[in-house]
């Protein structure tokens, strides 16, 4: 069974950057795509940044030039450096396949941008 230990969130204040990572259980890692989400109070979870096993990025157009998804095969991580913070980004923060497997949610991390 895959599961995923997200870890990095905290406050900061806006423009400010922070650094997520997530680990998983998996043997097979380096084989699955791989994405960060996100879901804010009263709002769905969103996918906002994926990476392929070829190491492909993708971005919803919110992030663009702000965050960067990146992976460390060896250590079964995926990261996302996020940088010019803005509130609408706060949000409890989840790591997943972009088509995510249902009962390998973790706890997620949150993230809260305040001044």
């Known amino acids: 069974q895959v599961q995923f230990v997200e870890s990095g969130g905290g406050l900061v204040q806006p423009g400010g950057s922070l650094r997520l990572s997530c680990a998983a259980s998996t043997t097979f890692f380096s084989s699955y795509s791989m994405g960060w989400f996100r879901q804010a109070p009263g709002e769905q979870r969103e996918l906002v940044a994926s990476i392929t096993r070829y190491f492909r990025t993708n971005y919803t157009d919110s992030v663009k030039g702000r965050f960067t998804i990146s992976r460390d095969n060896a250590k079964k991580t995926v990261y996302l450096q996020m940088s010019s913070l803005k509130p609408e980004d706060t949000a409890v923060y989840y790591c997943?396949?972009?088509?995510?497997?249902?009962?390998?949610w973790g706890q997620g991390t949150q993230v809260t941008v305040s001044s």
């Open positions: 997943n396949a972009p088509n995510p497997w249902d009962d390998a």
